[in-house]
């Protein structure tokens, strides 16, 4: 199982990102896939989840009302829509196999992650 992360970067406070993750060597449909991120100095926060078969999308209050999960299983891959991004939306973001709320590290497949700083 491969999950790789891209689309981060640096952004203004308000400014949007679109996070990418590619799945391989997976049966990419069934399985729940989330994101989870790491503000520096922090613990792991979930962030969001759509789940396999239904579709069904979850969100942390945090980010709830900006940020949307998608996926597409032709290409899989899960994407994280960021709009209206905040200083405290600074984070390594990761992709990972899980479902809501689930951010051990020792569970399910997780990518590398990729770094968003939200800074003016």
């Known amino acids: 199982v491969q999950l790789v992360e891209s689309g981060g970067g640096l952004v203004q406070p308000g400014g949007s990102l679109r996070l990418s993750c590619v799945a391989s060597?997976?049966?990419?449909?069934?399985?729940?896939m989330s994101w989870v991120r790491q503000a520096p100095g922090k613990g792991l926060e979930w962030v969001s989840s759509?789940?396999?078969?239904?579709?069904?999308?979850y969100y942390a209050d945090s980010v709830k009302g900006r940020f949307t999960i998608s996926r597409d299983t032709v290409k899989n891959t899960v994407y994280l829509q960021m709009n209206s991004l905040k200083s405290e939306d600074t984070a390594l973001y990761y992709c990972?196999?899980?479902?809501?709320?689930?951010?051990?590290?020792?569970?399910?497949?997780w990518g590398q992650g990729t770094q968003v700083t939200v800074s003016s």
């Open positions: 990972t196999t899980n479902g809501p709320r689930i951010v051990r590290r020792d569970l399910g497949y």
């Open positions: 759509i789940i396999s078969a239904v579709g069904n999308k």
């Open positions: 060597q997976f049966t990419f449909s069934m399985y729940s």
